[in-house]
């Protein structure tokens, strides 16, 4: 068993940072890669960001890159979010997710331990 855990959501304006981290317990991540989704009210959940196992390959939404950074630190079982120049309508629940892959995916099916997630709100 796996738990995540995000935290570092908030209220931010537009044009903001955050940086959310989703720490896991129970066992090692080190061999997985991990991935952030979001869903805002009304709406589907959505692919973020993945990282494969090392760290040393990333993939990201399109609505999100080049703003957004996705980074692990395996010696703490952690993955990281960095949010940069915010939205609005980057306003959602944000939830980290492990994949039993060591590669990249954003298919939420292929994922197999989610966290509860963590609510980012960008005011205009």
């Known amino acids: 068993q796996v738990q995540l855990v995000e935290s570092g959501g908030g209220l931010v304006q537009a044009g903001g940072s955050l940086r959310l981290s989703c720490v896991a317990s129970g066992r090692t991540i080190s061999n997985n890669a991990m991935g952030w989704f979001r869903q805002a009210p009304g709406k589907e959940r959505e692919f973020v960001a993945s990282?494969?196992?090392?760290?040393?390959?990333?993939y990201y939404s399109d609505s999100v890159k080049g703003r957004f950074a996705i980074s692990r630190n395996n010696a703490e079982n952690t993955v990281y979010l960095q949010m940069n120049s915010l939205k609005p309508e980057d306003t959602a629940v944000y939830s980290c997710?492990?994949?039993?892959?060591?590669?990249?995916?954003?298919?939420?099916?292929?994922?197999?331990?989610w966290g509860q997630g963590t609510q980012v709100t960008v005011s205009s």
């Open positions: 990282i494969n196992w090392s760290g040393s390959g990333t």
């Open positions: 997710a492990k994949t039993p892959r060591a590669l990249i995916t954003s298919r939420p099916y292929e994922y197999d331990y």
